[in-house]
Nanobody, 118 residues
Framework: QVQLVESGGGLVQPGGSLRLSCAAS????????MEWYRQAPGKQRELVAS???????NYPDSVKGRFTISRDNAKNTVSLQMDFLKPEDTAVYYC????????????WGQGTQVTVSS
C-alpha cells in the first residue's frame, strides 16, 4: 500500500518560513520523481517544485528563489523549505510521487494547510 504523509503546515506571518515534509512508503523511492503541488480556494492545483531521483530541481517563477525542494533517498522523504512567504502562498500543499518508469503512475498525499497571514 502506497502512502505519502505530509507534515509541517501551519500559520505563519508574511515574510516567515515553513518547512514541509513528506514521508513515502510502499514505493521504490528512487524510481519516482517527487513533487509538491498546492491548491488555493477557487483555484486549480499547481506545481510548485519537483525533484528527480538524481536531485535535479524545477520551480515555477512564482516561487523560484523562495522555495527549495530536497529529498533523502535513504529515508524516503522529500521536503519543501519555504522562505519569504507571501499571503498568496496560502493553500493546501500536496506531495506527489510520479514514476519515472511509467509516467501515468502517480500517488498523492492527503495535503497539509499552509496559511500566510498577519
Amino acid at each position: 500500500q502506497v502512502q505519502l504523509v505530509e507534515s509541517g503546515g501551519g500559520l505563519v506571518q508574511p515574510g516567515g518560513s515553513l518547512r514541509l515534509s513528506c514521508a513515502a512508503s510502499g514505493i521504490i523511492f528512487v524510481q519516482y520523481t517527487m513533487e509538491w503541488y498546492r491548491q488555493a480556494p477557487g483555484k486549480q492545483r499547481e506545481l510548485v517544485a519537483s525533484i528527480s531521483s538524481g536531485g535535479a530541481t524545477n520551480y515555477p517563477d512564482s516561487v523560484k528563489g523562495r522555495f527549495t525542494i530536497s529529498r533523502d533517498n535513504a529515508k524516503n522523504t522529500v521536503s519543501l523549505q519555504m522562505d519569504f512567504l507571501k499571503p498568496e502562498d496560502t493553500a493546501v500543499y500536496y506531495c506527489r510521487s510520479r514514476s519515472v518508469l511509467r509516467a501515468w503512475v502517480a500517488y498523492w498525499g492527503q495535503g497539509t494547510q499552509v496559511t500566510v497571514s498577519s
